[in-house]
C-alpha cells in the first residue's frame, strides 16, 4: 500500500506541473491573439487601399487605351484585328508621271548615291521597271574610276553579272522542259548524264551492309543510296553537290567528263533535297549536260539563240573580247587596285557573262510576263518564279528556288538572284505581285552596311502598292446589257438583281430579309467585270475585310472576289435564263419573271 501511495503523490506532482504549464500556454497564446487583433483592421485595410489603387490605374489605362470605332465597316466592334483582302492589290497600267512614285524613285537615288563613297566602289547603275515600261534610271560614279576624264556610265554601259548568269542555266532547263525534251523536272541526273555518281552518305539504305576494309580501315553503318540529285534541285542550291570540284578553282578548264570522273570519288555535302547549300558545280554541270542534248550541242550557243537574240540582248555575252573590255565599267578592289578580267573556263555558265542595265531591263520584263517577247510560257514562268523550299537563318536567303533566292519585304516575296565576282557585284530582282523589278550593277565591290536593294524596295513597295489599289480598274462593261439584267433566285433561298452601273458596267446585288438583316448595305453589291462571251468576273471592292461575321457564321469576301459567273445561253426572248458561279459551287440561279415582295413579319 505504501509503494502504491508514493506512486500516486508522484502521480499528483506531475499532474499539477502539467496543469500549470497549460496555462502558462494558454496566457501565451491568449496574448498573441490580442496582437493580431490589434493589427488585423490596419493590415486589412492597407490591403483593401492598395488594391483600391491597382483598380483604378488599370480602369485608367484602359480608358486611355485607343478604341476601335464601331460601324465603320457596318460590323459590330471587336477586339480582333480585321484582315483585308486583297493581300496584294492588282496590277494595272499606271499613268505617270505619279507623285508618290516619283518621291519614292528620288529616295533610291538618293540611297544609291550615298553609297558611291563605299571603298573600291567606282561604277554603279539601277533600272527600275514596272510591267513593260523602265520607271527611273540612275547612274552614278565614272565608267573608269581611276581616269579622271572618264565619264558617268549609262544603261548601255556593260557589267560583269557574276552569278546572274545562273539564271541563264535555268531558263534552258524549263525552255527544254516545255519542249519536251527533258521529261520532269524532277528527273534524276543520271538520265540525262549515264555516267554521273557520287556518294551519300547522309541518304541511308534500309538494310545494313556488312562493314569491308577500306584504305585499311572498317567501314560499317547503312548502305550508301543512289543519290536523288534532280534537276531541279541542281537549279535551286538543294543538290547537295559540293561548291566546286574537289581540287579545282573557278579558272579550271576541264571538260565535262573529266568532271563526272571527279564526282565519283566526292561526297555530296547535304543530303539533296533537305538543305539550303549554294553550289557553283551544280549550275555549270547543269549547263553542260543539257546542253549536250540540244540541237546547237553548246551552251553558249544555245543560250544566243533561245534567249538573247529573241529579247533583242545584243549587249549581253559570255566572251570579253577587246571591243567588250572597252565598254565594260572598271571593276575595283575595295583597295581601290583594279580587278582582272579572268575567263571562268568549265565555270562559265555559273559567272562569266556580262550585260547592260537596259538589257536585263528585258529580261526583266519577259519574266515578268509584261514584255513584247517571252522565252517562256505562263505555267512554266510561274513555276519558275516558285520558292521550293525555307532555308534556315544561317543561310542568306529565306527560301530558294529555280535559281533564285527569296527574301521577305514588307509582306511580299522579293525574287532575287545576286551575284558578286572581283572587281563588280550584281542584282537582278522581282516582286512578281506588282509587276516590279530592279536591277542594280556595280563596279566595285558592295558596300558593307544595309543591303541597298531592301532599302530601294522599302520605299518602292509601299509606294507602288498605294498607286496600284488607287488606279482600280473600272468593270469592263458587256457589248449589250440586257441580256444579262433582271432579278434571279437561287432556290426561293437567295435573290439577286443584276442591273447596269454609271459607265454601263453589270452589278450583282444581293437582297432579301436575311441578306439586308446580316450584311453590311456596302458589300451587298458586287461588280460584274466582262471578260468574254456570257462569262464575267466577280469584284468585290478595292480593298475589303476578307470575312463578313453573319451571326454565328462567316461570309467569306475574299473566296467571292475574282469568281467567275458564266450566264446561261440566250433564249428566244434574247435573255439569259440564269447563270453559275462554279467556283462557289453555285448553280442553277435561275431567272424570275418580276421582282420577288416578301412578307413583313
Known amino acids: 500500500m505504501r509503494l502504491l501511495g508514493c506512486g500516486l503523490g508522484r502521480q499528483r506532482a506531475g499532474i499539477l506541473r502539467t496543469s500549470e504549464r497549460m496555462r502558462s500556454q494558454a496566457r501565451w497564446r491568449l496574448g498573441q491573439l490580442k496582437v493580431r487583433r490589434k493589427w488585423l483592421l490596419p493590415a486589412s485595410c492597407s490591403f483593401f487601399f492598395l488594391l483600391s489603387v491597382l483598380m483604378t490605374g ?7 487605351l485607343p478604341k476601335l470605332k464601331a460601324g465603320s465597316l457596318g460590323l459590330e466592334a471587336t477586339s480582333a484585328p480585321v484582315r483585308m483582302c486583297p493581300q496584294h492589290p492588282e496590277p494595272v497600267r499606271l499613268a505617270h508621271p505619279l507623285p508618290v512614285l516619283k518621291e519614292a524613285l528620288e529616295k533610291v537615288d538618293g540611297t544609291l548615291r550615298g553609297a558611291l563613297s563605299a571603298p573600291g566602289l567606282a561604277a554603279m547603275s539601277a533600272v527600275v521597271i514596272h510591267s513593260d515600261t523602265v520607271l527611273w534610271t540612275g547612274n552614278f560614279g565614272r565608267k573608269n574610276g581611276s581616269d579622271p576624264a572618264s565619264g558617268p556610265p549609262n544603261e548601255s554601259t556593260m557589267y560583269r553579272i557574276s552569278s546572274v548568269s545562273k539564271i541563264f542555266p535555268v531558263l534552258m532547263l524549263y525552255r527544254l522542259w516545255e519542249e519536251g525534251i527533258v521529261a520532269s523536272l524532277d528527273d534524276p541526273l543520271e538520265r540525262y548524264a549515264s555516267a554521273f555518281t557520287i556518294n551519300n552518305p547522309l541518304g541511308a539504305a534500309s538494310a545494313p551492309q556488312q562493314g569491308r576494309p577500306m584504305d585499311g580501315l572498317e567501314e560499317g553503318g547503312p548502305a550508301p543510296r543512289p543519290s536523288p540529285v534532280t534537276l531541279r534541285r541542281m537549279a535551286s542550291q538543294l543538290s547537295g553537290l559540293p561548291r566546286r570540284l574537289r581540287g579545282t578553282s573557278l579558272l579550271w578548264r576541264g571538260s565535262t567528263q573529266e568532271a563526272l570522273s571527279l564526282l565519283k570519288d566526292d561526297v555530296l555535302v547535304a543530303d539533296p533535297g533537305t538543305r539550303c547549300h549554294y553550289s557553283t558545280l551544280a549550275f555549270s554541270l547543269l549547263a553542260h549536260v543539257l546542253a549536250a542534248h540540244t540541237l546547237q550541242g553548246d551552251y553558249q550557243r ?9 529579247l533583242g540582248m545584243a549587249d549581253t555575252g559570255f566572251d570579253l573580247t577587246p571591243p567588250i573590255r572597252a565598254r565594260l565599267a572598271v571593276g575595283f578592289y575595295g583597295s581601290g587596285r583594279p580587278a582582272p578580267l579572268y575567263d571562268l573556263g568549265w565555270y562559265r ?21 509584261s514584255g513584247p517577247r517571252r522565252i517562256l510560257g505562263p505555267d512554266a514562268a510561274k ?10 537563318g544561317a543561310y542568306f536567303a529565306n527560301e530558294t528556288g529555280t535559281p ?3 527574301h521577305m519585304q514588307r509582306g511580299y516575296r522579293v525574287v532575287r538572284k545576286d551575284g558578286d565576282l572581283d572587281g563588280y557585284a550584281a542584282t537582278f530582282s522581282l516582286v512578281p505581285p506588282l509587276r516590279l523589278g530592279l536591277v542594280l550593277l556595280l563596279a566595285g565591290p558592295r558596300p558593307s552596311g544595309p543591303d541597298l536593294v531592301a532599302q530601294a524596295y522599302d520605299v518602292l513597295l509601299p509606294a507602288m502598292e498605294r498607286v496600284l489599289r488607287e ?37 450583282l446585288r444581293q437582297f432579301g430579309p436575311r441578306v439586308e438583316a446580316l450584311v453590311p448595305p456596302a458589300f451587298r453589291t458586287l461588280a460584274l467585270r466582262h471578260l468574254r462571251g456570257r462569262v464575267f468576273q466577280l469584284h468585290v471592292a478595292r480593298e475589303f475585310p476578307c470575312a463578313l461575321p453573319l451571326g454565328d457564321t462567316w461570309l467569306s469576301l475574299e473566296a467571292q472576289h475574282g469568281q467567275l459567273v458564266h450566264f446561261y445561253p440566250l433564249d428566244r426572248h ?3 435564263p440564269g447563270f453559275d458561279v462554279p467556283g462557289l459551287n453555285t448553280y442553277q440561279v435561275l431567272r424570275l419573271l418580276r421582282k420577288p415582295v416578301f412578307k413583313t413579319q
Open 574 to 576: 434574247g435573255l439569259s
Open 58 to 64: 488599370c480602369f485608367l489605362w484602359q480608358y486611355h
Open 383 to 392: 513555276t519558275l518564279l516558285a520558292p521550293l523550299l525555307a532555308c534556315p
Open 471 to 507: 488606279a482600280e480598274r473600272s468593270p469592263a462593261p458587256p457589248p449589250s446589257a440586257r441580256p444579262f439584267t433582271g432579278y434571279f433566285t437561287f432556290a426561293n433561298l437567295t435573290f439577286y438583281e443584276v442591273r447596269t452601273g454609271p459607265a454601263g458596267e453589270l452589278r
Open 404 to 406: 533564285w533566292e527569296f
Open 349 to 369: 555558265p555559273s559567272g562569266q557573262m556580262y550585260s547592260t542595265p537596259a538589257d536585263l531591263a528585258k529580261l526583266a520584263m519577259a519574266l515578268l510576263g
Open 302 to 310: 544555245w543560250v544566243l539563240e533561245n534567249v538573247l537574240e529573241p
